[in-house]
């Protein structure tokens, strides 16, 4: 496979109504993005207006929101041209890897190549190696799916540039992205504040094991409390659901890009997350067999029981 050598940032602000329009019809007419040299470090920048199809004057709702004006749009050139200019300026796509703060944007990529019968190909090429940044971001740190701004935020940075102008919002994904690839003792701090400790500010004197043991192990002990080894499928399907609630809430631990997390929690991790994938497999094997009645193996829950005897 091709080593990755670049990475690109894209956004496109696109046709909007106060009153709101079907997104199929909402076409891109800005298109913004910043290509980061993952060797030097460098950073360059793309920024075109893009003539739509539906060429109409612009609702003054979408005026205010993008800052675009009628005129920028007369005098653009159509999608297929600018998106040759972007082909070109990003150069050898299998060295790049494209992201995105949320998805929307490669399928506005996707519907507008369509429009205008750009080889499905290219775009194919381009998906395969795409990511959801936003997505990414709120699995890993930050719990919900933030604004490029509350994402920053969290890491006491502030939006540069200006707002609605795509290639300043793909400039400050990028600069999210540093911050969560490069700040990782951060960023699993930030995570065990959004996931874990209820947007409770941290204490730096705190022993982070001893206060996530705590947590931890309350949480693994009512669980348990709710584990018979005899039971209904639909209260099965009930524990399934609490038990998933806290793998999310928890399995960022075992990532521990930072290194803070010791042996001793990683374990409790590893056995709840073990336990919540043998208790789907069991949910599963009954209910597709038409069961109402399911029956757990004892050796199951043992090990977390144990953590909390």
Known sequence: MTEVKQFIFFDFEMLCR????PFSNMEGIRLGAVKYDLNKEDITYFDRYIQPKQLQPLSSFCINLTKIKDEDLVKASRFPVVFQEFLNWVGNLEESRFFSWAKNDLTRLELDASIHHIPQQTITTIKSRYVDFQALF???VAKVNPSVENALALYNL???GEKHNPMYDAYNTLRIYLAFSKDVHKSDLIMLKQFIFNDQEINPLTNINTELKRYVLTDIHQLMTEVPIITNIRTTRKLVKRTMKLVKKYENIQINRSRIFDEEILLY???????YNELLISYKEHFSNGCKIVILHEHMPLPLKRLTA
């Open 18 to 21: 106060e009153e709101g329009m």
């Open 138 to 140: 709120s699995k890993r």
């Open 158 to 160: 502030r939006f540069e």
């Open 269 to 275: 991790v590893r056995l709840l997350v073990e336990f």
